[in-house]
Every structure is written in C-alpha cells, then in structure tokens.
C-alpha cells in the first residue's frame, strides 16, 4: 500500500536527523556507527508507539525544531525535556499521543538533557543503507537523503501505525531517567591507562571537568586539569579501532569522550564509559559538569542488566485504556510563564 | 577496555610482520563468527573486538584470539589484491606538491617518481568511510603533516604524513599534505562490500593528466 505523508518540518532547529540504533559491521571501512546517541529514550520511544525497538526515530538537539503533523500520526517524545509544545499546550513526555492533522509540535527551550527524540508509529520511511537507516552526518549517507532535515523535508510513514496504541502508553514514572547538569559516569581503566601518570590519574577520577561547546556527534571536548603521559609516551598511537565511550586524550591533555561518529584514533584512551551509561552521553549539553567514578566489570554489567530490565517491562507492559487522560497535564503550569 | 571491547595488541611499530598477524586475528574472528559479537576494527598493529557484555566474556575472546594466532593455517587467508590507482598530480588537485618538493629540495617531477614507486600495504582503513592507510612511502619523501589542517579536503584527494600516503574517500577535514587527486571511487555506501580496498590489499599509484582523469570520469559516470 502507498506509504502516507505524515510529517513536514516546518524548522529544523539546530540539528535535527534520521536515527536507528546505529550501522554495525562495517567499521572494518572505516565506516561509523552513527545512531541515536542516547539509546535508552529512542528505544522507549519506538516501543511506547508500538515500534519494534530499532526502528528510525527522529533526533533533534536543543531547541528550534517544529514539526506539522500531514495526517493523524502516532507519536511518543521522549530523552531531553526540551519543552515540547503543541497548539502552546506542553507535551507530556515518555507517553504515546495522536498527533492530530494540522496540529504543529514545536521544540521551545532546552529544560534538562540535550537531544529529544520523536518516534513515529509504523516508522519512518527512509532506506536501509548498509542495513541501517541512521544518517552518517560526517560522509553524508544514511537517513534521510544523508544529510539534517531542513525545512519542507516531508517524511513517509513505513507502515500504517499500529492502532491498539492510540489509547496512549507511558513509561512507568520510575523508569524514566533524569538528566543532571552535573553528570557521574561510570567507567573502567582503559585501553591505555598504564600510559599516564599515576597522578593523571588520580586526577581523572577526582577532578570535575566540564563540556565545553567543542561538542558534535562525534565527540565531546572536556575543559579541566589535564592528564599527563609518562615522559616516554608520544603524543600519539598508531592508529587503532576506538569503541564509543572511550575518553581518548590528545596531546594538550585535555580528555575528549568519544561518540558515535568514529571508529578509529590516534591518541590513548584512559578508561572507558560502561555501556549502561551510553545512553546518557547523549544528554550532556556544553556547561555541564563531569565527575568520573571506575567500577568493576561485574558491576558494569549489573548496571546495563537493570537498564535493559527496565525496556523488558515497557515491553512486557499492557496497554491501558484512556492512558493518555493527561497528554497535556501540565498546561496550567505553563501558563504561569 | 570497558565491559564491551577488548584490545588485541601484536605490536607497537608499523611493520608488515605485525599487521599480518592482526589481519590474522581478524579474518580468524570474523570466521568464527560468534554470537554476540558486533564488530571487528583491525588497526595498524591491533585488533579491537567490540561485543554484548550480556552475550560474550572478554575471558573467551582471549582464549579464541590465542588458538586463532597459534593455528599456523595463515596460509589459507583470503588471497589480497592488488589495484592500480590513477593520480593527476599537483595544480589544482594537489595544491601541497610544490611545498613537499621544497621541503624535500627537489623538483615535483621527483616526489611524483618517489611517490609511484613502491607497492604499498594497505595497513588499516579508518578515519573516514574506505580511508586507506597505505605505507611505506620511501624515506626521502616522509613529510610532516600541515601545521593546519584543511577543514575541508576534496574527495579523492591523495595526501602524504610522515611515512605514509592516504587517499580521502569522501570531503572530510584534513592535516596531510594533499599532492594529487584520483577520480576511483573508494567508497559507496551502496556497494557490498562498501569499500574499494580492504586491509592487507596492495596499492600502486600511476600518474596520469588532467584529460585522461576527465575521460577516466566521463566513462564510469
């Protein structure tokens, strides 16, 4: 059956792309994972409409986006409470609604976090490019014709939404995660942790450093102490295979966390982010603060296992009638502004 | 490194011996095929295996990547290619030959000479979509990079940095030293596999005029 317009972006706002959970395989090319920096909020997202979790999502970073909705459309917004607006009514959150014909969602001001994602009941209709529809931003592949949605983009439905959840769905209040201005990160040492003073990193795990606006899907700069190399170590490494999260340092010595762009480097890593805290890489804006904090495999894995707990009980969750009662809940509380 | 990749270390120099033994590791791995496992990134003289912290256990990788490197049928690797790569050099195109041929104190003729000389190894590809790096260039052409990079460098750009020569894939940001350019195409999302070259192939570069690169394009358009 024909695919239906669903969407028009009216503004793009400040950076505003096509996303799944990320291109893998090919790194081997040299090619990046690209994908929703912050996992968890696209995967509730997509199962809050009744998506299969990896399907395409929108992501759009701070503010500026407005979107008019070409027929009734299924939506859910979720990650970074961006003051998301319909009609000068707020949006609730973490819940799925109709947006209706003619009605515009509008992305006003940056409350907490940094990307917001919208996931679209029955997906959106872009291409699977080495069997992902995340867009590649650096090369220009992937997405949504390669490149950020502008104004006038109209993006196609995959498929009709599945109609079970217009009533709405909303992820259990618990699970829903809080974005901070001042972020602990987990990690663990490595890969060359050994290269650095002892004092580096001591330094690593007790300084608070801060993101600074040097920050893109690719990498966010960090302002603060820097770490040293031992007196023998070279600037750089010959190059090698670089996993997201790895907070590789070059040689002013200032710590850049790697994200999603890039699969290879030059320069040493200290430690690296535990997969249950990806997700929120996503969510640091330039100004925040970040304190590092190491842990144990085991406890890493303990962590990633609750994070995922919480997707299979969003999964496993049956659908409520007239759920959505309070899609627009806190409306009195804007008007107070 | 972290609860989802390891790093498999054969070396430390940029050495044919040690990146055979990380091609392998790699093609051992990637035969093997296990479950859980969502990428293999062979570097110059590593290999980073990124897996499911929920599915693999860096303890079993270990013990894979040690009977993967001890079983001595190294012989059965899949044969790699070699390919011949036009370049129209300097002018327009490759806007740092005449700065490396001062550097060097020799004419641009010479550095094209030295520069088509060797069969290069391809060692990694990385940085961008299907960039090779290639070595090594002969010592009398190994040259620093740009004090400042270029924020943007054309496609099919060939650069030079210290001892190894590489060709820009896709524009991207660059620091090398850019003496040419080739109208192949090394990189198309929408090929399998997506990259001309893969880790292990040959390279030989062959010089050509800016007619014969039109040509060249207007055929395979």
Known sequence: MAATACIKILAPGLQTSVQDLGRFGHARFGVAHSGALDSFAMRTGNLLVGNPEHEACLETLLMGLRIEALSDVLIAVTGADLRPMVDKRLLKMWGSCILEKGQVLGFTQPASGCRAYIAVGGGIKVPSVLGSKSTNLPSGFGGFEGRMLQAEDILFAASPHDKRFEKGCTLTAGDIPFYPNRWNLRVMWGPQDNDFKRTARDTFITATYRASTDADRTGIRLDGLPLERKEDMPESILSEGVVSGSIQVPGDGKPIIILAETVTGGYRKIATVISADMPLLGQIKPGDEIAFRTVSLENARKALREMESKIQRLKKKPLLASDNSNVFAETAQLRKR | ?221
Request: proline letters at 10%; glycine letters at 10%.
């Open chain 2, 1 to 221: 490194m972290g609860d989802r990749a390891v790093v498999f270390e054969l070396g430390d120099e940029i050495s044919p011996v040690v990146n055979q033994k990380v091609r392998e590791l790699f093609v051992g791995f990637d035969r093997a095929a296990i479950k859980g496992i969502v990428e293999l990134v062979p570097g110059y003289r590593s290999l980073l295996v990124i897996y499911n912290p929920l599915k693999n256990n860096p303890q079993e990788l270990e013990s894979l990547a040690g009977a993967i490197l001890n079983d001595k049928g190294a012989s059965q690797l899949p044969a790699p290619k070699t390919v011949e790569i036009p370049v129209v050099y300097g002018e327009e195109y490759g806007p740092d030959l005449k700065w490396v041929a001062r550097y060097h104190k020799i004419s641009p003729q010479a550095v094209i000479r030295l520069h088509t000389q060797p069969v290069y190894h391809v060692y990694m590809i990385g940085f961008t979509p299907g960039y090779p790096y290639l070595g090594e260039l002969p010592d009398a052409l190994s040259t620093p990079r740009r004090k400042t990079p270029r924020i943007l460098v054309p496609r099919g750009s060939v650069g030079i940095a210290q001892k190894q020569t590489g060709i820009y894939p896709v524009a991207s940001p660059g620091g090398w030293q850019i003496i040419g350019r080739t109208p192949v195409g090394l990189f198309d999302p929408l090929n399998q596999p997506p990259a001309l070259l893969s880790m292990g192939d040959f390279v030989r570069f062959f010089p050509i005029s800016k007619d014969e690169m039109i040509t060249w394009q207007q055929r395979h358009a």
